[in-house]
């Protein structure tokens, strides 16, 4: 597809340039203007989308190239290339346990950009909560994680959400829990330790039986 695109600009100059050439011939006073009809770059290109801007992350499709800002003179390409996934030793976390023993209980994930370099997550985080081995299933209400990259700028965050559910005598209860990103393939990187909080900054027990996790997102998941 790219060749015939390129051999139908090629066609286009060529006809205009005849045309003025023929136009001059006849005595007219013509711009001298071919009309550039044609950029580099400016077909067949895809534009990221802007999930949250405020919360400096930035979402794509697994094939998408950012084409902006091609004035600086560096292939659209390389600048793609340039942005890593994120490993998990540059990103710190931070849990707030939300609505304790109410309807709509849930931890909510926070994960800031501390280098300085930006960096993609995908999918969504595995999760281990208390000393448990038994890593949290993605929830059925998400779509399939996996396919979107975020990019993640320096001192920029995203979010994910594990809710919380206790269906049955059998639970349990602790204020920690694991935190690990995935890649593409699902493959689970190194865990971090962390604690889960309430809103005034104090240590904060949660109790379930059951519960699953959301996709990254630039925004908060149950932000209600």
Request: charged letters at 20%; a negative charge; one cysteine or more.
């Amino acid at each position: 597809m790219r060749t015939t695109r390129i051999r139908t600009t090629v066609l286009a100059a060529t006809t205009a340039a005849l045309a003025l050439a023929l136009t001059a011939c006849g005595g007219s006073n013509g711009s001298g203007s071919s009309g550039n009809g044609s950029k580099a770059g400016g077909s067949g290109s895809v534009a990221t989308t802007d999930g949250a801007k405020s919360s400096g992350a930035t979402t794509e499709t697994a094939d998408t190239v950012e084409t902006s800002g091609s004035g600086s003179g560096e292939a659209a390409p390389a600048r793609a290339a340039k942005t890593q996934p994120c490993k998990g030793d540059e990103i710190s976390y931070s849990v707030l346990h939300r609505f304790p023993a109410e309807e709509g209980e849930h931890l909510l994930i926070s994960a800031t950009n501390a280098d300085s370099k930006s960096c993609w997550v995908t999918s969504f985080p595995s999760v281990m909560l208390g000393d448990t081995s038994n890593v949290l299933p993605h929830t059925s209400k998400d779509a399939p994680g996996g396919t979107t990259r975020i990019t993640v700028k320096p001192g920029g965050k995203v979010y994910s959400a594990v809710a919380l559910f206790t269906d049955s005598d059998k639970t349990q209860t602790s204020a920690d829990l694991s935190i690990a990103l995935r890649d593409q393939t699902g493959d689970t990187g190194p865990g971090a330790e962390t604690g889960a909080f309430d809103g005034q900054g104090a240590p904060s027990e949660f109790t379930w039986s059951d519960a699953d996790v959301t996709n990254w997102n630039t925004t908060k998941p149950y932000n209600f």
